[in-house]
């Protein structure tokens, strides 16, 4: 048995956690099963965000016409792209490994670790297989995995999630992706603008149901040009034809007592490939953690309360596996914290006020605060404004298409802004610093002077029009 000061499982935003042990003078131990950096690094935003700007570029010259340009793209070396990415990417995880590797502070156990006892891990395969390993104080942050519907006939057909899909060196002539979430919408983006010919099944009314309804809607009609789009419908079943994949699916009614309407019209789309993106389960399965004493809520993310402490005595949680915001950069703000209550002289429990979130389409989409229907639901009086990009100096020079959706309340407080748009990603910043830094009111985004004619300027008139007032008195609570 090797005894530590401190243990991490998974090497993406536990790391931060690991380092400040290390300050501190601790015996460390990280528990790595694949690359090292996590999902973020190796699978995810970075390898995506990489790959989707190549797509932009491309779209731009695409669109150069509209400009009075007239461009043609002569050749697209695809397979460089994504070799050049993968090999950054491979590059940075392995300059991780060798940091590790060669730190007199970290031991790092390579393999999948689970739980034998109480703050013990056991290493069950990999280079360290058969290590046990106890910890003083361990942090579990062992993340996500792509979720596998339960759709007929999918064991026997090849199919693509994110982690394939981003090293898929030529592009599928037809894609059939399963999920109207953000991977779909991204994955979408990057394969067809470079020609593939892109199909979309979700089970929702519209893509990207975690933004405003506004904007999810916007969103899915602008998607339903560049695509085939099928919202609406749940993939049932698959199976292999003439070396294509064809996929059936059923309308699907979403809500309480929803579900596929099992006699209505079935459609059936043929793909070359067949990309499952249909969100994230976490690894907490693999960890045998009754064992440890560690509980998990009904759909399998570890339980923690407000300072990230589990049920087991010093035993931390953090990152996606936690299952509050599933994104890099709450996963580096909880770390933050979980650091902080941990080593720090008083706790400080989680702060997820003003957590935005980006989806790096065409349009590209941001939010952050509340969205419309949580207000209505909630019964919350509030008020909105939008204001579109073309109606600003540089959205027209653009010939942007989009629009900023502010939401406040009836004392000037903003609740929420929804951008759907170019540099929506960007645009967004302001409005996170006014409600985490600032007084949180419209005021800070109208008292502050915006360059003219600039982007920005969006934001500010979107903050400064005329507000409508929700007609929600306290007689609607049945919505």
Not at 119 to 124: D, G, Q, S
Not at 274 to 291: C, K, M, Q
Not at 344 to 353: H, L, N, V
Request: glycine letters at 10%; one cysteine or more.
């Amino acid at each position: 048995m090797k005894e530590f000061d401190f243990l991490v499982i998974g090497s993406g935003s536990g790391l931060d956690v690991a380092n400040v042990a290390i300050n501190r003078g601790q015996s460390v131990a990280v528990v790595e099963k694949g690359p090292l950096g996590g999902t973020c690094l190796n699978r995810g935003c970075i390898p995506s965000k990489l790959l989707l700007y190549h797509a932009d570029v491309l779209e731009t010259i695409e669109r150069a016409d509209e400009f009075h340009i007239d461009a043609e793209v002569s050749d697209v070396a695809f397979s460089d792209i994504v070799q050049v990415v993968t090999e950054k990417v491979e590059g940075e995880a392995e300059s991780i490994r060798r940091g590790l590797r060669s730190s007199s502070g970290h031991e790092l156990f390579e393999g999948e670790g689970r739980f034998v006892d109480e703050r013990t891990i056991e290493i069950t395969d990999g280079v360290d297989a058969g290590t046990r390993i106890r910890a003083e104080t361990v942090t579990i942050a062992a993340g996500t995995r792509p979720a596998i519907p339960p759709i007929d006939g999918l064991d026997e057909v090849d199919y693509l999630t994110s982690t394939e899909a981003l090293k898929l060196e030529t592009v599928p002539d037809r894609l059939a992706i399963v999920g109207g979430g953000y991977i779909a919408a991204e994955l979408g983006h990057f394969f067809g603008t470079f020609g593939g010919d892109v199909t979309i099944i979700g089970r929702r009314p519209n893509l990207l149901p975690e933004a405003d309804e506004e904007v999810a809607e916007a969103f899915t009609e602008r998607y339903a040009d560049r695509f085939s789009v099928h919202t609406g419908y749940a993939a049932t079943d698959v199976w292999e034809e003439d070396g294509s994949v064809v996929v059936e699916a059923r309308p699907y009614e979403y809500g309480e007592r929803g579900g596929i309407i099992e006699d209505g019209d079935f459609i059936t789309v043929t793909g070359d490939e067949l990309l499952i993106a249909a969100g994230r389960v976490p690894n907490s399965d693999t960890l045998n953690l009754p064992t440890a004493g560690v509980a998990t809520d009904n759909r399998g993310f570890v339980e923690t309360d407000k300072y990230l402490r589990t049920t087991a005595e010093n035993v931390w949680a953090l990152g996606d596996i936690v299952g509050e915001y599933l994104l890099k950069h709450s996963a580096n703000h909880e770390a933050r914290t979980v650091a902080r209550n941990i080593f720090g002289s008083e706790r400080q429990p989680i702060d997820y006020s003003a957590m935005p979130f980006a989806v790096f389409a065409s349009p590209e989409v941001a939010g952050v605060g509340a969205k419309e229907g949580d207000l209505r639901a909630a019964g919350r009086e509030y008020a909105t404004n939008t204001y579109q990009y073309q109606d600003t100096a540089r959205g027209d020079a653009m010939k942007a298409d989009g629009f900023v959706k502010v939401l406040i309340d009836l004392d000037g407080d903003i609740l929420g802004c929804h951008i759907i748009g170019p540099d929506a990603s960007t645009l967004i910043q302001e409005v996170v610093v006014a409600m985490k830094a600032g007084t949180g009111t419209i005021q800070d985004i109208r008292d502050a002077v915006h360059i003219h004619p600039a982007l920005p300027e969006v934001v500010q008139r979107a903050f400064s029009g005329q507000f409508t007032r929700s007609n929600q008195g306290h007689d609607h609570h049945h919505h």
